[in-house]
């Protein structure tokens, strides 16, 4: 079989790296180009030392694309929208990473991004890209647009509760715990070691964008509020959502078991993880650092009708660049965990 | 002035740990006896090495205690409610760290710690430790039980909204990040370095035992719920508590600035933190290391009705040590801040 | 081909659990049994969170063991030695990754051990497990006895020197920096997380163990001596050598390059990192998290004849699973690389 | 008594901070002005959060400083020396933090630093800022430049070996392992929390700048090399010294345990930390973050003539501003330990 020719334009930053691992030991891909200014002419493995003595690429510049099979945009958010016809014309098919086309509707950019989107008819044409919701257009899709990593763990922990109309929506009250990575790779004085290690930070307790993918996913035509908050802890990878949803009727920890199973059993990136005992009795992060797992897991508060969805991603990789390449996967045709096998390491 | 005699039983753990270094340092207090029967008679930095070079004082035995003028008990949970008949009789005034007095009805102990409680009694002669709320109080008392940790986080935390009436308190949701110091000193699998480490272990997503505190102290009189869940991070000392609220009244900023500082304008330990830019815009429990300090800060989501407040302590200080230190000045009329006055360490 | 089939004695500890990671994805390789009296009926995953969904394989006992092409040993050091006799019987070929083979003269184990090896005679059958100086003797190998994490990093980081007389051996002075997986499963005071996290400590100031597979594999029939410490430091995986060695002729760093370049340039697994610039100028632990690569830097002093030699593995990879897994490959002839592709991740 | 009245220049640094948490609390101190360029006209918490509620002053710029007691500064490596002249004439007495007056040799600075000293006139009047070793040149001293981190912590460590002749000083191998406050609060890539954390970094395997301080204090007139390097690690506060020296004559630890005490027996802050079992068996960098204590501890090789000293300090403290303020009360004839009674905290 041929290979598929990709491209990755900004392929210096966190996501770009991992997704260039990925690509690497992709079987059926062949990487064309990577690009980025700053790192202009040199081995990939200047910006991401863990590539060092797999490749020999080096860095093109973003005005030296050619003709490819498929682009991956890893730009910065809001570099996409601007430039977005010139890259179609680069590559019939694309696969953005950004928030730059996540929203469907133009509005909820003047809203949560604070700024008008610059190209609004293309909106439509992509995809959201949590195929675990939109898997079959993804399958026919030229565009996607990779989820944001925050909207996907919360999502994806509570999405079969909201389809099934289960919960009281608006009492939704979630708790990410998010890493350092989240905030990319340039440093400023908030990433610096000395003031970030160690940090219980209340970087986002309203308005974080992801709550508008949030949103979108998860009304089902209903006008919704959600209640979000992000804290950076002391952690580099990883997303743990803490969500706490009520319940209409009462149920019991068999049937929400039940309820997942149902939406899940046949994910192969989705593992309900609820133990009786052991140290991981529930999702946690470090577990899926280099996977693409979504690990969820609940609790059911006895005294009331709350219910405790715990949900938890990497980041980089269910959260940006392996949802990306499952995304890449469907759109192919190839196995959906090709190139995503990693399973992750213990202890860590 | 004359001393006040003071012991301590069960002096091997971290809270009592902390507690010898502030008592060490106080210049109204002479350690009379600190009890261990583990380390029983050898010298107090076996236990706490941070006192080396600092007291010569050995442990004793619990059964050795000798009449003192003010007892603290930092026992572990569950030991000071069986022998609290012969405690009163070593000394007239007790402090006990543990939960064993905290609660004020005795069926509280049945839905909450699982038992009974073996000296129901005693309960009513307790204040409850929580300096800013029962001030008044422990001037005049005898018996203090020393508040919980994440009690007192949340409780100070929300305090003021739920005096005032400002909230629908049973909508509240409060995710608390906690140390592992918070799990005491003794070794398990659980706390074993290389799972504890990086960890973000949802350990008590439902029914933790301080929400019966919380209740107890914020719902004057009503029947109410509060729906909480602790989370265990990659942190030795401290707690960060984030409490979603939603206010009956749309109130701004300012106005809930305002309600905070009528409610603590005058406290000592309590600190309003909210600023607009820089790395600490909101508490920070890095920040609060060793000291007695609470720092409180909120932001108002402007897309609903909904207040997020964010609250956070020292586990040892404030959530135990500091706390009963300061009952203690409280008790005999000292400066309420006498040998609290560290004011924390930058960076760290 | 038919896949070599495989049983692992001792699979729920952390070098057992990143072996069975390893072989799960290993194209050549069947596993036919897993042990662990603790663990015995469960689930791998119960004893190694990462490979749930992964394997529905469940631990054996160690009496059940049953014929198969290859034993694994990863029991606690001193159970391979007295019971070798029985594994010879359940499996023609043996890799041991306990320290019980790895010196040839009984003598040492008396001293550096601490008590005489039970079974003399069973040494010289055993190669000693590094693939880089033994691989002939591996390729014909029945039993091969892995080597210890610490031995591999330094051996490793300074047999080109030592190999072709540059050095006054006896000056040597090495200080590894180690994380706390290299201590074990086993729960105790020393690994609770609120002593562990944070700590610089001098666990192994002088006589480890591990000095004495140095002093085999690097005195070339010389008397030598080498000066080592070991210092545990917050981390999980990983090790970091620092030597300082002294040259007996004042090379220049172009010729301390070409000293490693003819050495290692075949090497698969090994990477001499030495950049001017950048965050990774030297090898950083972290970047090989599980990757079975060995990087090795360097530093002249230009003051003096120093030579400081920097050289860092995946403690449970390189030093334990990854090395015995590569040591496999050798044995059946397969790619020296197979099943050990993982490129280490970045950021981490 | 009236109090000193001293300024603080360059007040909004890590090691200004540091200083000025401890001058408000010193009992004879008044704090006249604190500049800082970056932060003018705003509080001091600002820059130090820990200060919040503390003070209520507000940083000067350096142009306005006034005549004062006792000047500190805090300037950035290389700017002291230039203005000297000036910062005499506003007070009688300075104290400087950086690296400007350390070296008695003015071409040290050449070799050392890579460039000629600006005032050499002025570097003898200048005593070298370890008080352990220049205490009676204190107590008279108008000029004083605190030691540098790394050199406080090797120098204290191996002082009384090398004062008594006891060791072949040539041979001497030390690594150091630092935290990453050590490199001050500007921001930059090599600090970028995803980067740094989790680092074991060979930032300075030769040439680091402090070993000229070693070497001035450490030869007593012989020519002297001295083996140093230095690694960071995942911490923020601490310097642990792991120093490998070898013995003219083979003394048993006993013996050496003498030579320490009588070389520090009546020393405030220099605790011998060596112990036959626990978790602090030797110096402990956490236990001393905040303290101005100096740990050593040291263990004999009994298969050679090999000794490893451990010596730890925090390098804020001890190694910057509670060094200074002892320096500061040896100059006014105050207690020594005065404002420096901070024992550490445990657990951390």
């Given at each position: 079989m041929n290979k598929i020719r990709v491209s990755v334009a900004g392929g210096s930053g966190y996501a770009g790296g991992e997704l260039l691992r990925l690509l690497l030991f992709h079987p059926n891909v062949e990487i064309k180009q990577v690009t980025s200014e700053r790192f202009?002419?040199?081995?990939l493995h200047k910006a991401h030392p863990n590539l060092r003595k797999v490749t020999n690429i080096k860095f093109s510049g973003l005005a030296e694309l050619e003709e490819c099979d498929l682009l991956f945009l890893c730009l910065p958010?809001?570099?996409?929208m601007g430039n977005i016809e010139n890259y179609k014309k680069i590559a019939p098919k694309i696969i953005d990473?950004?928030?730059?086309?996540?929203?469907?509707?133009?509005l909820d950019y003047d809203k949560w991004y604070g700024h008008p989107h610059?190209?609004?008819?293309?909106?439509?044409?992509?995809v959201y890209g949590i195929p675990e919701l939109h898997r079959e257009e993804m399958k026919k899709a030229n565009y996607i647009s990779s989820a944001g990593c925050n909207a996907t763990t919360v999502i994806l922990g509570l999405y079969p509760l909201f389809k099934e109309g289960?919960?009281?929506?608006?009492r939704t009250c979630i708790e990410v715990k998010v890493g350092?990575?989240?905030?990319?790779n340039a440093a400023s004085e908030s990433s610096h070691h000395p003031e970030r290690a160690g940090a219980v930070r209340s970087?986002?307790?309203?308005?974080?964008?992801h709550v508008a993918e949030m949103l979108q996913e998860m009304s089902f035509g209903k006008k919704l509020d959600i209640h979000f908050s992000a804290t950076s802890i002391d952690m580099v990878r990883g997303i743990l959502a803490t969500s706490h949803v009520f319940l209409k009727e009462n149920l019991d920890e068999k049937e929400i078991w039940k309820v997942y199973r149902n939406a899940?059993?046949?994910?192969?990136?989705i593992r309900i993880v609820k133990e009786?005992?052991?140290?991981?009795?529930f999702p946690e992060p470090k577990l899926l650092i280099g996977t693409n797992y979504v690990d969820i897991g609940f609790e059911k508060d006895p005294f009331s009708n709350r219910l405790v969805v715990i949900s938890s991603i990497d980041n980089l990789m269910k959260g940006a660049a392996g949802q990306a390449l499952q995304a890449f996967n469907l759109m192919y045709g190839f196995p959906e965990t090709l190139g995503l096998e990693f399973p992750g390491l213990h202890p860590i």
């Open positions: 202009y002419g040199k081995l958010h809001g570099k996409s990473l950004s928030g730059d086309f996540r929203l469907s509707n133009p610059s190209n609004p008819a293309m909106l439509k044409e992509f289960l919960v009281m929506e608006d350092s990575s989240e905030g990319g970087y986002k307790p309203t308005q974080h964008r899940y059993k046949d994910e192969p990136f009786s005992s052991g140290n991981y009795r």
